[in-house]
């Protein structure tokens, strides 16, 4: 099979920055977008079949800021089969789309789930590289080729706006019942936790651990998924690690992730706290959910997630705060975390954990009400509704009497 444009892990860590922007698919700029893997029976799949549902590339007009065109929405779906595939394998697949997509010359791909967002440069383009068709039949090349798991596949790819609005809660239902799987196991019932390096390409020192109580900074594996993936393809960028002794309980700290840290961080790290965001914070790389930061005016933490428009309370926007966290380095008061950390009751837990969160987008602070409302902070935390600066911060905080302001949380240990 022949493409326009050459295929192979060099290409990984290509960037394709808005100078050279052709076009793109999903990101911020875009509402309706999401990438989903679900296993099926052989017989419902027709090996190799990819299908464009909505307008292709050669039909939409390329990148141009003053007219705003360029950007557009997206859902990738991978259908599989095969006799030793089961559903705890669908984010694992479902990941790949992130290293098939940068594997194509041309092509960057970030994030994941309803966060997708992919790229082309006008190269690919001028190389004609002007169908998603071929996209897909290079997805369906390389998971039968790097995935001998799988039997049979079929890539769908749909642009059509009203048709990935329609099926985007589908996904989402699918999201979350793979997050409430995952609450059900503590750090302490396993000995073994997971390491994913699939980001390593644009963040060289990054290796994002996941266990029971920690999902992967992207979101979208959590330890059963690692768990799968390691057995799926054993030598893959998923892969078990022995949790050994534990050294501190309060901040976190694993002999085995300490190791595995110093192995895979090219030896620039060699300690990790997966509870705290100081001294030794989890690196971060790029395709995080969201950026837990640290607010000293307040002596407490802030959340902004990927999706928040605007300036957050300390005055910086998500990207501009990403770009100073990302990149495979540890930041003091700076984590990139998935969102479902938040629910963990081991989130920060060194610093206060969800106690001292003390700002919130409102769009997290209601989707995770639940969780604030336990620790009898929720009412307590500002959103940008709220507040604009910390200086309006610090007398919210006051006159509401927030628990941490008001001294009645005691940190652990």
Same mark, same amino acid.
């Not at 990819?50 to 590339?57: A, C, K, L, S």
């Not at 057995?231 to 998923?238: H, L």
């Given at each position: 099979?022949? *493409?326009?444009?050459d295929?192979?892990?060099q290409y990984?860590?290509?960037?394709?920055?808005?100078?050279?922007?052709?076009?793109e698919?999903?990101g911020?700029?875009?509402?309706?977008k *999401?990438?989903l893997?679900?296993?099926?029976?052989l017989e419902?799949?027709?090996?190799?079949k990819?299908?464009?549902?909505?307008?292709?590339?050669s039909?939409?007009?390329?990148?141009?800021d003053e007219?705003?065109?360029?950007?557009?929405p997206?859902?990738i779906?991978?259908?599989?089969?095969?006799?030793?595939?089961?559903?705890?394998?669908e984010?694992?697949?479902e990941?790949?789309?992130?290293m098939?997509?940068?594997m194509?010359e041309?092509?960057?791909?970030?994030?994941?789930?309803?966060?997708?967002w992919?790229?082309?440069?006008?190269?690919?383009?001028?190389?004609?590289?002007n169908?998603l068709?071929?996209l897909?039949?290079?997805?369906?090349?390389l998971y039968?080729?790097?995935?001998?798991i799988?039997?049979?596949i079929?890539?769908?790819?749909i +642009?059509d706006?009203?048709?990935?609005?329609?099926?985007?809660?589908?996904?989402?239902e699918?999201y979350?019942?793979?997050?409430?799987?995952a609450?059900?196991l503590?750090?302490?019932?396993?000995?073994t936790?997971?390491?994913c390096?699939?980001c390593?390409? *644009?963040?060289?020192?990054h290796?994002?651990?996941?266990?029971?109580?920690?999902?992967?900074?992207c979101g979208?594996i959590?330890? *059963?998924?690692?768990?799968?993936?390691a057995?799926?393809?054993?030598?893959?960028?998923?892969f078990?690690?022995p949790k050994g002794?534990?050294i501190d309980?309060v901040k976190g700290?694993?002999?085995?992730?300490?190791?595995?840290?110093?192995?895979?961080?090219?030896g620039?790290?060699?300690?990790?706290?997966?509870?705290s965001?100081?001294?030794?914070?989890?690196?971060?790389?790029?395709?995080?959910?969201?950026?837990?930061?640290y607010?000293p005016?307040?002596d407490?933490?802030?959340?902004v997630h990927?999706?928040?428009?605007?300036n957050?309370?300390?005055?910086d +926007?998500?990207?501009?705060m990403?770009?100073?966290?990302s990149?495979?380095?540890?930041?003091?008061?700076?984590?990139?975390t998935?969102?479902e950390?938040?629910?963990?009751?081991?989130f920060?837990?060194?610093?206060?954990?969800?106690?001292?969160i003390v700002?919130?987008p409102?769009?997290?602070?209601?989707?995770?009400?639940?969780?604030?409302?336990a620790?009898g902070?929720?009412?307590k935390?500002?959103?940008e509704?709220?507040?604009?600066?910390t200086?309006?911060?610090?007398?919210?905080?006051?006159?509401?009497?927030?628990?941490?302001?008001?001294?009645?949380?005691?940190?652990?240990g």
């Open positions: 099979m022949e *493409f326009h444009v295929i192979g892990p990984e860590g290509e960037v394709v920055r808005k100078d050279d922007l052709f076009l698919f999903g911020p700029k875009v509402q309706f *999401f990438e893997a679900t296993v099926k029976s419902e799949i027709e090996h190799e990819v299908e464009i549902i909505g307008p292709d590339i039909d939409l007009d390329p990148y141009d007219k705003g065109t360029g950007s557009y997206i859902a779906l991978i259908d599989v089969a095969g006799a030793e595939l089961d559903k705890d394998a984010a694992i697949i990941r790949r789309i992130h098939f997509t940068n194509t041309g092509w960057y791909h970030m994030n994941q789930r309803q966060d997708t992919l790229r082309i440069n006008k190269d690919c383009a001028k190389k004609g590289f169908s068709k071929e897909g039949e290079i997805y369906n090349l039968t080729s790097e995935m001998s799988i039997e049979k079929q890539t769908t790819i +642009t706006p009203e048709k990935v609005k329609e099926l985007l809660p589908h996904a989402l699918v979350a019942a793979r997050d409430d799987r609450r059900t503590r750090d302490e019932d396993v000995d936790f997971y390491g390096v699939l390593q390409s *644009f963040a060289p020192t290796i994002s651990i996941i266990t029971p109580d920690r999902i992967a900074n979208a959590n330890w *059963f998924d690692g768990r799968a993936a057995k799926i393809d054993p030598d893959g960028p998923i078990a690690i002794e534990l309980p700290e694993y002999t085995g992730a300490n190791k595995v840290e110093a192995e895979r961080s090219l620039t790290y060699d300690r990790v706290y997966l509870y965001a100081f001294e030794h914070p989890h690196t971060s790389c790029g395709c995080f959910e969201a950026i837990v930061f607010i005016e307040v407490g933490f802030g959340v990927r999706e928040f428009k605007g957050t309370v300390v005055g +926007t998500f990207s501009h990403a770009g100073e966290t990149g495979g380095k540890q930041v003091e008061g700076r984590l990139g998935g969102l950390q938040l629910r963990s009751p081991k920060i837990q060194a610093d206060g954990g969800r106690k001292r700002w919130l409102k769009d997290i602070k209601e989707r995770y009400k639940e969780a604030f409302q620790d902070v929720y009412d935390i500002a959103t509704e709220d507040v604009k600066d200086d309006e911060l610090l007398q919210f905080l006051e006159k509401v009497g927030h628990p941490w302001m008001m001294g009645e949380v005691e940190l652990p």
